[in-house]
Every structure is written in structure tokens, then in C-alpha cells.
């Protein structure tokens, strides 16, 4: 790390001290926050397009399932919904799983031709069936009990840390049955699957409301282990006498507390991902995934499984973004399928990564902190700025007009930020050695 | 059984609007086809400049409206669409001209050149967003119907409605005129043969003299064209929303890859393919089942395959089947 990085980030951070001291630290340390879960995404998307050159725009539903994790793992579990359907619920999973795996196993063992095709349709569309009919009475019943309130089977009630890894581990997976179908072929398929995988990801979760209640919302979710409940903290002895020790407000330094050992948390998670990817960036692993991208053709001349490396390198990727989504979730405390938009979870998470400098993890970080600053900072000054430019206008609808949509300002400063950056410095802000 | 009740309610819920709903695929699908052939690249920003010249030409016909202009039972937006597609062209030729053909002249990678899409579709929408707000807008008018279900009712003593929209016709009539004219240029026209020559072979057809720059403008054109004119359409027929327009970047690659990327005939032919597999999948089949079962074998359930909120769903399962078996598509086109 040279001192031209460390003045950038050094920039980055008085940023956040600029907002600290002009604004209020409390929206500086939600920003810093967002902008760490952001980049353990951005470092995921890194390693997918960085490392390996896989364009992959299947963010958002990544993240989503990290967040579906946390409802699986930590929320309160209904045990009255559950005796209502679950195991019918469970028994139409397994089933369906069942049939698409008898199908995958005709359709190896089976000599080709047109006899193959229909016994593998056949067992296809009828295990859709027998899955819906197990599936649909289940669900029904699941959905009728208590739903102004739950109307879910929830979770395994643990503590939503453990939701952390398994927000990565569902990510993986579903990465892995993208990944086989996807990969290999030309790169923009890719990118057409993964865009497709997340949309359908958050219609899942929007939809069906025996899982996580789908856009009745689903909230309360516990805390992660560590940290505390603002009342609970303003209520214990030794934490008042601290404060008062200071000099300060019990309740801003409550917030702030929380959101300091929140920060703690992701910035320890953020270290341990970048430790690993650096790790695996300088090991003859990543050497061989540089070598795969620069040269697909040469590399697989040299005897390397380029689309096993691929697939590999996918799902890891993939994995830390889950990760960032779970712990996005469980800091929220509540999942609102809602908010899963894919500019914000896919396309600005791509901007800091160009930003940044691909293939460079330190990069990706930098771009990260800068870019999150940006967002959420253009929300707040846009429709200043725009008062400013507009106070020659007369006032009237056009003023109005402009003044209220300035918000929008920021999906087009993003924009030009992205091509500016691909057109004058498509190595980012600092490059890869 | 009633054949005949089961056959109207067949045309009404399922045909018509997947016909409908197929031709705004396949017009879309037809420019990300046309941009994938001659500039080699999968145009993330498609769906948004469909919306951009939906725009313009809802804000032309809010004008003529205004004015009072009509177009008689036809909607006023057809007669706001050259300005729409004169509008779109020039931007997405201003486009072209500030960021792509930079890449172009560098020969870059046609990822790099997709993720500047990505950037241009941020521009776009932010634009979209900043003029027309991300609010649905209505600006459809004229005649509601062309065939009024009441009178269809009245008229033939069914039980079964039959509706056909306005909207639904124009739509069909215009694909059909849309691309008829488009094949008629590719395959008569200089310019256009010169652009499947480049399409092609590219080295082979700058050996022959063919400006490379005037194809790439031409393909920007048309591409401007039938976007402005699908993005219209389907606003039309559904409604205008902003968002909307990025979703349908998926049934409408979904289309383009089905039928076989840079292959236009290909790209109408996925177009329906995927418009009737989602409207099939999607719709409640209860009715017409009803029809033509007798009375005691009725069902009780909607006979619903998937819900229409998984109607994306249809579409990737149909790109992952063509991805899995046959990467080239159902009309063989440029893959690999």
C-alpha cells in the first residue's frame, strides 16, 4: 500500500468526518454502516468479475437470500402454523427435489433420442403436479393461522449471527445451479441468467408468505448476539454513569453505541473477507484465475478446467455477497422484500467495483466507502443543490417540478460517474498491480 | 360440453392477449437482436431507451391532446410516435457518438462494452425518472374497443365474452407493418444489405468498401425505431411505468436468445414463444376447463399453473431449457 492509497483513503474518511461534524454522526455512522455491508458485496462482485472476468448482475437476489437466511435462522417459529402444514410444505420440497433429480438421473442414464425426452418430460410435469398438490392444501393452512401477525412457519428462533454463514451458504448454492447452466457459454448469458435468478428470488420471497410473510413484511427480528437494545442500554446503571462521566446524552450516545459496535462488527467481517480473498488472489489459485482471464483459450491449453474455475470462483463470490445480505438483514431487524431494487442492490454495487479498480480488493474497498458515501449523501444535498440552481425560476410548476425530482439525480450522477470512470480510468481509482 | 363458450373464452383470456403481448416481445427483442449483429454487444440500456421514446411520445401526445388533435377511434399516441422515434434516434445517436464508439475504435471486449450499457441505462433512467417521475402514466385514447364484449354478448347469444381492444389491434397491426417494412430493408435496400454483410462478416464486408460508420448509424436508427415503437405499445396496451421497462429486459433477452441472438426472424419467433408460454402458464384455466368437462367432473380450484407474479419465471425457465440444450437458439444464431 503506497501513500497514493493512503491519501485517497484518507479523503474517503474525512468524507465521513465531514458529514460527522456538518450534519450528525449518527447519519455518518448509518451511512458507514451501509457502505461496509456494501462492500463485502462489492468484494464478492470483485472477485467474480476481477479475478475472473464473470459478469454476473444476480447481486440483488444474492443479497436477498442472505436476508431470507436471517428470517429462517433467527425469527420467533410458529409452532402453531407449523402444525397447521409445515411438514406438508417440506414434504412438497423434498418431493420436488426429488423429481428433479430423477429427471436429471433419466436423463443421464437413458440412451438419447426421443424416447429419453418424453420420460424426462413425463417425470417432470408430473412431479410438478404431485409437488402442487402436496404443496398447495399445505400452504393454505400454513397462511390461515394468526395471519395479521404471522401466517408464517418463522424460524429456528437462534441467535441471528449463526444466520451470517448460512446467508453465504444459501447464495452458494443457488449460485452453483445457476452457475452449471450458465457458465461455459458465451459471458452475456451470464449476465442474462443471474438478472433473471434475482428477479425471480424476490418474487419468491414477495409472494409466498408461509416463508417470511412476503410483503406483509416481516419485522422484530432479534438482534445479532453482541449487540444491545437502546432501551435495555439506557436503562442499565453502568452505561448512564459513563455517559454522565462524559457529559453526555443517554440517548444519542445509546444510538451511537450500537452503531459503533455495528461497525465494529461488519468492519471485522470486512477484514476477514479481505484477508481471505488476498490470500487467495496471491496463491497459485489466484494466479491461475488471473491467467484464465486475461487468456481463456491459453489457459485451457495448459490443462486448467476453465469452467470449473469459473463455477468455482462464481460461487464464492456469491457466497460473500449472501453474507453482506444476511448481515444488511439482521441489522435492519425486519425483511421488506419491498425495498429489493435492483439499482441499488446490483447496479451500484457493479459502480463501486469499476470505481474502485477491478481485480484490486484494496480498490474495491475504497470504491465502496466512497460510492456508498455518495448515494446516500446525493439523496440528501440533491434537492438543495437543485433549489440552488433553480432560484432563478420563477415559481410554479417547473420548479416544483425539478426541485422534487432532484432525487432521482442521483441514478443519473451514478450513471455519468460509471462512464466517466470506463472512458478515462477503466482501471479505477486504484488499479491492479 | 360447449365447445364453442370454451373456444371464445380460449381467444379472450389466452390468445388474444398473448398475441398482443408477442408482439411487444418480439419488437423488442428484434432491436436487442439488431444491436447484438451489427455491434456485437447485449444492450443492457434497450429496455430503458424503449421507455425514453415511450416518454416522448407521451409528452407529444399530451401535447396534441391539449391541442385537441385526435386521431379519431385511433389512439392520438400514433400519430405522436415519429416524433417519438425521430427524438429517441437522435439521443441514442448522441449516445453512441460520446461513449460507444469509443469503445468501437478500441476494439474492446464486448463485456466492457455491456457494463458501459449498464451506465447508459443508469443515464437513462435517471432521466426518465427526472422528467416524467416514476409514477404510472395513462395516455391512452380513442375507442376503448374494437369488438365490444357486450355487444359480441348480444350479438351471437354466448355465454362468453369476447373483447378485443383498440390497443390489442394496433398493436398486432403495427408489428406486423413494422417488420415487414425491417425485412424489406434488410433484404432490398443497399444500406440494409450492407448491414447484414456486416453483420456477417465484418472484415469482409470493410474489404468491400462498406462505411462502417453509416451502418452503425442506421442499426442505432432502426434500433431507436422499434424501441420507441415497442416501448408505446406495450405502454399502450398496459400502462406506462418506468420500472416496468427494466423488467421487461429479461422476457425480451429471454425472446432474443430463444430464437437465436442477431437472428431477427429468430427474435419474433421467441417473442411469441415466450409471450404464449407466459400467458398459457399464467392463466386460470378454470373457465374453459369447465366448458368442456361434463358438469360432475367440474373443478373447484382456478387450474392455475404458476401464479401471474412468477410470470418471469416462464421466461427464465425457457432460457435456461434453450441454454441447456440447444446455447444456439431454436433458429440458429450468432452464439458462441
Known amino acids: 500500500m503506497n501513500a497514493r492509497n493512503l491519501i485517497l483513503f484518507g479523503l474517503v474518511a474525512c468524507l465521513y468526518m465531514a458529514t460527522g461534524f456538518m450534519q450528525s454522526w449518527n447519519l455518518s455512522l448509518s451511512i458507514l454502516n451501509a457502505a461496509l455491508l456494501a462492500t463485502i458485496a462489492a468484494l464478492g462482485v470483485n472477485m467474480q468479475w476481477g479475478y475472473a472476468g464473470l459478469f454476473s448482475v444476480g447481486t440483488m437476489g444474492f443479497t436477498a437470500l442472505g436476508g431470507l437466511a436471517v428470517v429462517l435462522i433467527s425469527a420467533r417459529p410458529n409452532t402453531e402454523n407449523w402444525q397447521a402444514g409445515g411438514f406438508g410444505i417440506l414434504l412438497a420440497l423434498v418431493l420436488g427435489a426429488l423429481s428433479v433429480a430423477a429427471a436429471v438421473f433419466a436423463w443421464r442414464a437413458l440412451a438419447k433420442g426421443r424416447t429419453r425426452a418424453l420420460i424426462v418430460a413425463a417425470i417432470l410435469i408430473g412431479g410438478f403436479f404431485l409437488f402442487r398438490a402436496v404443496f398447495d392444501p399445505s400452504v393454505t393452512a400454513v397462511e390461515a393461522v394468526n395471519p395479521q401477525f404471522a401466517g408464517n412457519l418463522g424460524g429456528l428462533g437462534l441467535t441471528s449471527l449463526a444466520a451470517w454463514p448460512v446467508g453465504g451458504l444459501l447464495a452458494a448454492a443457488c449460485a452453483w445451479a445457476i452457475g452449471k447452466t450458465a457458465l461455459g457459454l458465451r459471458s452475456d448469458y451470464l449476465a442474462i ?185 446525493v439523496e440528501n444535498i440533491g434537492p438543495n443543490i437543485m433549489g440552488f440552481i433553480t432560484a432563478g425560476l420563477p415559481e410554479g410548476a417547473i420548479r416544483a417540478h425539478l426541485v422534487g425530482s432532484a432525487e432521482h439525480m442521483r441514478l443519473l450522477s451514478m450513471g455519468v460517474i460509471l462512464l466517466v470512470v470506463m472512458r478515462f480510468s477503466p482501471r479505477g481509482l486504484i488499479p491492479e498491480k | 360440453m360447449d365447445t364453442l363458450n370454451a373456444l371464445v373464452a380460449f381467444l379472450n383470456f389466452v390468445f388474444i392477449p398473448g398475441l398482443s403481448y408477442g408482439a411487444q416481445l418480439a419488437l423488442g427483442a428484434l432491436g436487442v437482436t439488431l444491436i447484438y449483429g451489427i455491434l456485437r454487444f447485449s444492450n443492457f440500456a434497450h429496455g430503458d431507451t424503449m421507455a425514453f421514446g415511450a416518454m416522448i411520445t407521451i409528452l407529444v401526445t399530451w401535447w396534441f391532446q391539449s391541442l385537441g388533435v385526435s386521431f379519431g377511434p385511433l389512439p392520438t399516441a400514433l400519430l405522436a410516435l415519429p416524433f417519438g422515434i425521430a427524438a429517441t434516434a437522435a439521443f441514442v445517436l448522441l449516445i453512441d457518438r460520446v461513449v460507444y464508439r469509443f469503445y468501437r475504435r478500441q476494439k474492446a471486449s464486448s463485456t466492457i462494452v455491456v457494463i458501459v450499457s449498464l451506465g447508459v441505462m443508469f443515464v437513462m433512467n435517471g432521466i426518465i425518472r427526472f422528467v416524467i417521475g416514476v409514477d404510472e402514466q395513462n395516455f391512452s385514447d380513442g375507442a376503448r374497443f374494437v369488438l365490444n364484449p357486450q355487444e359480441f354478448k348480444t350479438a351471437t347469444g354466448l355465454a362468453e365474452p369476447l373483447a378485443i381492444k383498440t390497443t390489442q389491434l394496433v398493436t398486432v ?164
Open chain 1, 193 to 377: 441468467a443471474t438478472l433473471g435468478i434475482a428477479e425471480i428470488i424476490v418474487s419468491v420471497i414477495k409472494n409466498e408468505d408461509w416463508l417470511a410473510r412476503g410483503v406483509k413484511n416481516l419485522i422484530d427480528l432479534p438482534r445479532p448476539w453482541p449487540v444491545p437494545y437502546e432501551v435495555d442500554l439506557q436503562k442499565q446503571a453502568g452505561f448512564l454513569d459513563f455517559v454522565a462521566s462524559w457529559g453526555w446524552d443517554p440517548v444519542g450516545a445509546s444510538t451511537i453505541g450500537v452503531k459503533l459496535l455495528y461497525a465494529g462488527m461488519f468492519g471485522l467481517v470486512l477484514a476477514l473477507v479481505i484477508w481471505a480473498f488476498e490470500r487467495a488472489l496471491n496463491s497459485p489459485w489466484g494466479r491461475m484465475m488471473r491467467a484464465i482471464r486475461d487468456n481463456e483459450v491459453s489457459a485451457a491449453a495448459m490443462g486448467k478446467d476453465v469452467t470449473g474455475r469459473h463455477l468455482q470462483v462464481f460461487i464464492l463470490g456469491s457466497a460473500a455477497i449472501g453474507i453482506a445480505g444476511a448481515m444488511m438483514t439482521s441489522m435492519d431487524g425486519q425483511l421488506t422484500p419491498g425495498t429489493y431494487n435492483p439499482l441499488r442492490f446490483t447496479f451500484l454495487v457493479w459502480v463501486m467495483v469499476i470505481v474502485g479498480g477491478s481485480g484490486n480488493n484494496w480498490g474495491t474497498v475504497l470504491g465502496g466507502l466512497l460510492i456508498g458515501w455518495l448515494w446516500l449523501v
Open chain 2, 173 to 336: 397491426v403495427t408489428a406486423i407493418m413494422v417488420v415487414a417494412a425491417l425485412f424489406w430493408f434488410l433484404q432490398k435496400t443497399r444500406t440494409g444489405k450492407s448491414m447484414r454483410a456486416f453483420s456477417d462478416n465484418e472484415d469482409l464486408a470493410l474489404l468491400s468498401g462498406i462505411n462502417p460508420d453509416r451502418v452503425v448509424a442506421v442499426t442505432w436508427i432502426l434500433a431507436a425505431g422499434i424501441a420507441t415503437i415497442a416501448g408505446t405499445l406495450y405502454g399502450l396496451d398496459k400502462s406506462f411505468k418506468p420500472f416496468t421497462y427494466f423488467q421487461l429486459l429479461l422476457p425480451i433477452f429471454a425472446a432474443a436468445i430463444v430464437g437465436g441472438l442477431g437472428n431477427p426472424l429468430g427474435a419474433i419467433a421467441g417473442g411469441f414463444v415466450i409471450a404464449f408460454s407466459e400467458v398459457m402458464v399464467t392463466n386460470a384455466w378454470k373457465k374453459i376447463v369447465t366448458y368442456l368437462v361434463p358438469e360432475s367432473m367440474a373443478p373447484d380450484t382456478l387450474v392455475q399453473l404458476l401464479s401471474t407474479d412468477y410470470k418471469f419465471a416462464v421466461s427464465f425457465t425457457i432460457l435456461i431449457i434453450v441454454l441447456l440444450f440447444m446455447p444456439t437458439g431454436l433458429f440458429r444464431g450468432k452464439a458462441l
